[in-house]
């Protein structure tokens, strides 16, 4: 019998073996097999549990991929008032689902980081104008690096711009990446044909009139339902795409407070199901799927076994 114990996969295993050409595009496929409807991907909306006496969040994250036999649980926790480790830190468990058995307990924060990325990049693809010159990011965090990356990957951007609350963790964005430091989050955007909101802010960061009208935006913090990135005016004057319109009305405040109508999930788009407006203004509003994390996890696992 196959040896029971795990294999332990660090972060500095998954950096190593995870690449955005391989991933971006399992994550496309993943996206629209969780839109399929047919039970291809097997997926609860995630349980959050607010640990209150530490201003904490603990979520779990479970999913089987049914075509693709692959079953995975992500533990996470979210503590936004971290000073002296990441806000984010999980741990994924892949299962061998023949037989039950588990094959791996991986760092679940550095595939977190990529995969969100490559989710944005595969709705950016979807949903933006041909050929952007600019990016905006706002947010200086593990997410905002992670999305330089992935969407440098499918575009050479003239300019990539950054803005964050923290003065010197933009000049550090900047010197690191290349991209060029702003002041206020209207400057970072004015040219901006594609945005990237990373922040972990409750309240709206990013305002209707700052923005070129037909911009894609990708918004990727505000994870409560009391939580917002956008400014409602933006999001009601947008067509709004989710990764899974079941989780999008429980969990997005930047929906549930501004009462906007979800257009469709982006997996819609990308199985050809729904239209991608691109000449008005998109939002892909991102929660992040377990579905993700799962295809992402046997992709490590995979690279890790046959190298
Ligand atoms: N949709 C998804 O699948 C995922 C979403 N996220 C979310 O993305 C966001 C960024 O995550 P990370 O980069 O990992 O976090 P991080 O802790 O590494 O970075 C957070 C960033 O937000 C900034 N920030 C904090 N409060 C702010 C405020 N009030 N206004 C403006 N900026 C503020 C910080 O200065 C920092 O630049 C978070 O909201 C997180 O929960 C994270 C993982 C997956
Ligand atoms: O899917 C995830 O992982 C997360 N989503 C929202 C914010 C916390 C992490």
Do not use: W
């Given at each position: 019998?196959?040896?029971?114990?795990?294999?332990?996969?660090?972060?500095?295993?998954?950096?190593?073996?995870?690449?955005?050409?391989?991933?971006?595009?399992?994550?496309?496929?993943?996206?629209?097999?969780?839109?399929?409807?047919?039970?291809?991907?097997?997926?609860?909306?995630?349980?959050?549990?607010?640990?209150?006496?530490?201003?904490?969040?603990?979520?779990?994250?479970?999913?089987?991929?049914?075509?693709?036999?692959?079953?995975?649980?992500?533990?996470?926790?979210?503590?936004?008032?971290?000073?002296?480790?990441?806000?984010?830190?999980?741990?994924?468990?892949?299962?061998?689902?023949?037989?039950?058995?588990?094959?791996?307990?991986?760092?679940?924060?550095?595939?977190?980081?990529?995969?969100?990325a490559a989710a944005s990049a595969a709705a950016t693809k979807h949903l933006a104008k041909d050929s952007p010159h600019v990016h905006a990011i706002l947010g200086t965090g593990h997410q905002a690096y992670s999305h330089f990356h992935a969407l440098n990957h499918l575009y050479k951007f003239d300019q990539v711009c950054v803005w964050g609350r923290t003065p010197a963790n933009v000049q550090k964005f900047a010197a690191e990446t290349g991209a060029t430091p702003c002041s206020t989050v209207e400057e970072a955007v004015k040219d901006a044909d594609v945005i990237t909101t990373v922040t972990m802010s409750r309240t709206p960061v990013l305002k209707k009139d700052w923005i070129k009208p037909g911009v894609h935006i990708n918004a990727v913090g505000a994870c409560r339902p009391d939580w917002q990135e956008l400014d409602p005016e933006l999001v009601l004057s947008s067509v709004v795409y989710v990764d899974s319109k079941e989780a999008a009305p429980k969990e997005s405040g930047d929906i549930i407070l501004s009462k906007a109508e979800v257009y469709a999930e982006v997996g819609e788009v990308i199985l050809g199901k729904k239209e991608a407006c691109k000449d008005k203004t998109t939002i892909f509003k991102s929660l992040g799927l377990a579905i993700e994390d799962v295809v992402s996890a046997k992709l490590v696992y995979d690279k890790l076994t046959s190298s």
């Open positions: 019998m196959a040896s029971l114990l795990p294999q332990m996969v660090s972060a500095s295993d998954v950096l190593r073996v995870l690449k955005y050409a391989d991933l971006i595009p399992v994550i496309e496929k993943t996206l629209g097999d969780f839109s399929r409807g047919d039970g291809t991907v097997v997926q609860p909306v995630r349980t959050v549990i607010p640990v209150d006496q530490h201003q904490g969040y603990f979520l779990v994250k479970p999913g089987y991929h049914v075509a693709g036999d692959t079953m995975a649980c992500k533990l996470l926790t979210l503590y936004p008032n971290n000073t002296d480790r990441p806000s984010h830190q999980a741990s994924i468990v892949l299962f061998d689902s023949s037989n039950g058995s588990p094959l791996a307990v991986m760092d679940g924060a550095s595939i977190t980081d990529m995969r969100t």
